[in-house]
């Protein structure tokens, strides 16, 4: 297979989308002869800076490969580890280009104007002649299992939540809602209480709420969510008054001045691995709406990056599906939720109803896996051969040796067969990373494992 004019030869291909080329595949056939030094820091809140230091080829024959392969560096960076300001040093066109993208009209605007509303400051890039040191401050967050506790997951599809005393959970429950398609913020709030009192139902007192929501959250405010995306499209005059404030409001209506913490959906679903497992240097990756992950690093703690690997490119086809979010093409998403499910689906030969939703989608195709339909298994295998690419490139950039995988797209036989065919990958194609050790909780804790992890997140001392 070639793009921009480099070979990249492998040897995986999925039945149902031919087409996938690999990132991680791309960047290795790229930096073959690539011999011009590059320099990329990005910085984000703190004074937290990410290093790289890579090479182009610098040649006006390749000019489209070098600019490309920069591109897709720094917006890995950007959704791995998060930042508002850009350092570039090497090769002033490089520079430029950059700018360019990352300007009020370039191509890379929806990266910028994220940032600019997580960091809550100018986006900017600049050039210099010697990168920034790397620095990073990692937290322990969670693992406080004394007392009773409700543990709160907002997803996009449906809200799950656990009751738990000492460690043990009491009550579990998922219930289907709308938040991306409702912009009444009274659903969003009501949805949330009600589940915290169906929980509450189940034990003695609460003494403390964990929430686990998908989105960037900055001192328990999602500063940025799919979930509330439609709501602030709506009225975005709620967005500081009602939006930012929604989970402290109904914690605090619900219960009063308690102990509560929220955290992102990805970072509690690595937690929820590492409690489970008892293990560290562990990624957690929930296939669901999104895709959504989180890291605990090799001591057991949360690094403090961004993770949002959702959209995080893990596809050089320059004909991949766009995300409606974003814009851009070839991300995380379309690959890893059940976007991707919904995606293949039509190409296996499955006919979806299109006035369902994609929750629905997602059951049609698992009703049919159930079955041990042959063009079900298609789907999953797809996804399989999706997903070992992808956890090598995962694994690269974070040097996991701990995988665990959550969420609805996991859930049943489909699931087996997307880790048997992503382990076939890893041992055929990066067998540098064939002993990743892949974790399938059972399946009760594949739906609701985030909700009893996110419990463990307030320090109700």
């Known amino acids: 297979m070639k793009f921009a004019g480099i070979e990249v030869p492998f040897k995986y291909i999925p039945e149902l989308d031919p087409a996938f080329l690999p990132l991680i595949q791309f960047n290795r056939a790229f930096l073959k002869d690539a011999k011009k030094p590059v320099g990329i820091a990005v910085e984000r ?20 490969a070098d600019s490309y392969y920069i591109r897709r560096c720094i917006k890995v960076i950007l959704w791995m580890k998060g930042g508002w300001r850009i350092y570039i040093s090497g090769d002033r066109a490089i520079y430029e280009d950059v700018k360019r ?20 400051r100018p986006f900017e890039v600049v050039w210099c002649e010697e990168l920034p040191e790397e620095k990073t401050s990692p937290e322990s967050v969670g693992r406080h299992l004394s007392g009773c ?21 009491v009550f579990s429950d998922e219930t289907v809602w709308l938040p991306k398609v409702n912009d009444d913020l009274r659903y969003h709030y009501e949805g949330i209480v009600d589940s915290f009192k169906k929980a509450a139902a189940h034990l003695p007192r609460v003494d403390g709420v964990g929430i686990s929501a998908a989105g960037v959250i900055v001192e328990n405010k999602p500063m940025v969510s799919s979930l509330f ?40 679903t690595a937690l929820a691995g590492a409690m489970s ?19 605990v690093d090799e001591h057991g703690n949360i690094t403090g990056w961004l993770n949002e690997l959702a959209f995080m490119p893990v596809d050089a086809n320059p004909d991949a599906m766009a995300d409606e979010w974003s814009g851009d093409i070839g991300c995380g ?11 293949l689906a039509p190409r296996a030969g499955i006919e979806l ?61 489909g699931g087996e067969i997307i880790v048997k065919e992503s382990k076939a990958v890893l041992e055929g194609e990066y067998p540098e990373y064939a002993g990743l050790e892949i974790h399938l909780p059972d399946e009760k804790f594949r739906r609701v494992g985030q909700s009893m992890a996110a419990a463990s997140l307030p320090d109700t001392k």
Not at 101 to 120: I, N, P, Q
Not at 149 to 165: E, L, P, Q, T, Y
């Open 45 to 64: 809140s703190g004074g937290q800076i990410a290093v790289c230091n890579t090479f182009i080829h610098g040649t006006p024959e390749l000019a489209e």
């Open 149 to 169: 506790r409700i543990g709160f997951d907002a997803g996009g599809s449906d809200r799950k939540v656990s009751a738990v005393i000492d460690g043990e959970t």
């Open 353 to 413: 109803d299109e006035s369902s939703t994609p929750a629905e989608k997602l059951k049609a195709v698992q009703a049919l896996m159930e079955q041990n339909d042959p063009r079900a298994v298609k789907v999953y295998e797809s996804i399989g051969v999706y997903l070992g690419h992808i956890l090598a490139f995962y694994c690269e950039l974070y040097g996991a040796e701990h995988v665990l995988l959550l969420g609805r797209v996991m859930s049943g036989k």
């Open 277 to 295: 497992l008892n293990v560290n240097n562990i990624l957690g990756i929930a296939m669901g709406t999104s895709e959504a992950v989180g890291y």
């Open 101 to 120: 993208a990352y300007s009020d009209k370039g191509a890379r605007w929806f990266d910028k104007d994220f940032m600019e509303t997580v960091y809550e």
């Open 333 to 343: 998403v379309k690959y890893l939720s059940q976007d991707g499910v919904i995606k």
């Open 229 to 268: 995306n439609y709501a602030k499209e709506c009225h975005p005059e709620q967005f500081e008054t009602v939006i930012k404030p929604i989970y402290r409001k109904a914690v605090q209506d619900t219960f009063g001045d308690i102990p509560f913490q929220v955290a992102n959906d990805g970072d509690v």
